[in-house]
């Protein structure tokens, strides 16, 4: 299990992100993202995990985040500040499963078998 | 905010017919087997008399976007003509072992894992190109998925409306409010798709959100 620092992260392209987790997960690493994926790469990332699926092999990720946090206040409104993103967990599907989920505590299953 | 919203919703009404834009774009959304197409052909079929597609207890049945261009809704003493497409379920894994599990054999269920992967790519695109989201969520089912949360987050970036509808309350185990406290920001709609339970107050929401 590798944990990312929002640093390390900050410091990659949107493709180097995703590039990098898909990498990882596919060799059967599970990350932890201090501070997460923006929705619009969330959504690359899921476009990207589809083109990879393989029968034999690879089935997708599973990946569990929090709801991002909402600017709400006046000025947050007005300039329409991107939602904080937070904390997320991604590894292959085989490995990692959710058992619960709410808006501040995961809890998932991790399989060391592959 | 009633006031602002009011007010920019007659606005870009006035505009739109100014300019003679096309018809608002919305997307049907939601994790697979939550009810979308079932509400997509309860949509039609109560006004174009029509249907947009088949439906499964087998998860990934609709495997391509499917578009219906101009269906109009009355609803609140107004009249709002929206094209509808209704995308396949999003998920972030597919396998085809789950395909088998339901009955079907293993080239079958490779087949359409192939075809849910294409699908879902194709709903993802669609997110790019859309006006507003209907986004269906199984009230039987945990809302905090992670489909839920994308589709949310695209929406409230890009400033787009959204609404909840949280489906299959004719099921006694479904529990609309655990949907209403995960996601409050937005407006919520607990409907029974297969019945028509509350649809009209679905309409009235519909017309209320994106016209």
């Known amino acids: 299990m590798d944990l990312l620092s ?31 994926l923006t929705p619009q790469e969330e959504a690359n990332l899921i476009e990207m995990t589809m083109t990879l699926i393989d029968p034999d092999d690879f089935a997708g990720i599973e990946m569990e985040t929090y709801p991002a946090h909402e600017d709400t206040s006046l000025m947050g409104k007005l300039f329409k500040k991107q939602p904080k993103t937070r904390l997320t967990v991604i590894g292959p599907a085989n490995k990692i499963k959710t058992l619960r989920k709410d808006r501040d505590m995961i809890t998932a299953l991790v399989s060391a078998t592959k | 905010m009633g006031v602002i919203r009011s007010l920019k919703r007659n606005f870009s009404g006035f505009f739109r017919k100014l300019f003679n834009k096309k018809n608002a774009r919305i997307g049907i959304y939601g ?3 939550a ?14 008399g029509d ?50 599990e339901q009955g079907m054999n293993e080239a079958d269920s490779k087949r359409r894992a192939k075809e849910a992967t294409e699908g879902v790519i194709e709903a993802v695109k669609w997110l790019e190109n ?17 489909v839920n949360v994308t589709v949310i987050g695209n929406m409230e970036a890009r400033s787009l409306p959204l609404l909840i509808v949280a489906n299959k309350i004719d099921l006694p185990e479904a529990n609309p409010s655990t949907i209403r406290d995960a996601f409050p920001q937005h407006p919520l709609v607990a409907i029974s798709a297969l019945e028509g339970n509350n649809i009209d107050t679905l309409y009235e929401e519909i017309a209320k959100r994106f016209g």
């Open chain 2, 130 to 146: 859309l006006d507003g989201v209907i986004l269906v969520m199984d009230a039987t089912e945990d809302p905090f998925t992670q």
């Open chain 2, 35 to 48: 009810g979308k197409t079932t509400l997509a052909n309860r949509i039609l079929r109560d006004w174009t």
């Open chain 1, 6 to 36: 929002e640093d390390r992260l900050s410091r990659m392209t949107t493709v180097e992100k995703i590039r990098f987790i898909l990498d990882e997960v596919k060799s059967g690493k599970i990350l932890v993202l201090e501070r997460g």
């Open chain 2, 31 to 33: 994790p697979p087997n």
């Open chain 2, 51 to 100: 249907a947009m597609g088949s439906v499964s207890s087998i998860a990934h049945e609709t495997r391509r976007a499917r578009r219906r261009e101009g269906v109009t809704i009355q609803a609140n003493g107004n009249s709002l003509t929206l094209d509808i497409i209704d995308t396949p379920g999003l998920a972030t894994k597919i396998d085809f072992h789950e395909f088998m």
